[in-house]
C-alpha cells in the first residue's frame, strides 16, 4: 500500500476542498493517506511518504503563501529528496499564474519528481474538482 502525505494551507477553504477530494482520489486506489495542515506536517510526514503532493493560495503573481507553507517546503532544499513523486495545486485570483511556475521549478531543485499540476482561478469548478481526484489516484499508482 502507498503512502501519500498532502499538506496544504487553506484560508479561505478553496484549498482544503481541493486537498479532500485529491485524498478521495488516492483513497480510491488503496492509499493510505495522510492529509493535514502544514502547521500540523513535520519533515517525517514527507521523507516516510512514498508521494506528496503541496497545496497553497498564491499570494501574488511569483510567491505562495509566506508564513507557512514556504518556509516548511525550504526545510527539504538540503535534505535527500531523491525524486520523490509530488503534485502541486493552487489558488489564485488575477489573470496571470506565473508563480506555479516558479514554485514548480524550486521544488524540482530540491529534487522532487514534479507528476502534475493544478493551478485554479478563484474557486475550483466540477471539471477541476474531477482532475484534482485524478491526481490524487496517480499519486497512489
Known sequence: MKKVSIIYWSCGGN???????MADGAKEKGAEVNLMQVTDATIEDVLEADAVAFG??????????QEEMKPFLDQFKDLPIKNKKCILFATYGWIEKSFMEIWKDEMKSYGFNLV?????KDSPNKK????IKELGRDLAK
Not at 15 to 21: C, D, K, T
Not at 57 to 65: K, N, Q, V
Open 15 to 21: 484549498i482544503e476542498v481541493l486537498a479532500n477530494m
Open 56 to 65: 497553497s493560495p498564491a499570494m501574488d503573481a511569483t510567491r505562495i503563501e
Open 116 to 120: 502534475g499540476d493544478l493551478s485554479v
Open 128 to 131: 477541476e474538482m474531477e482532475y
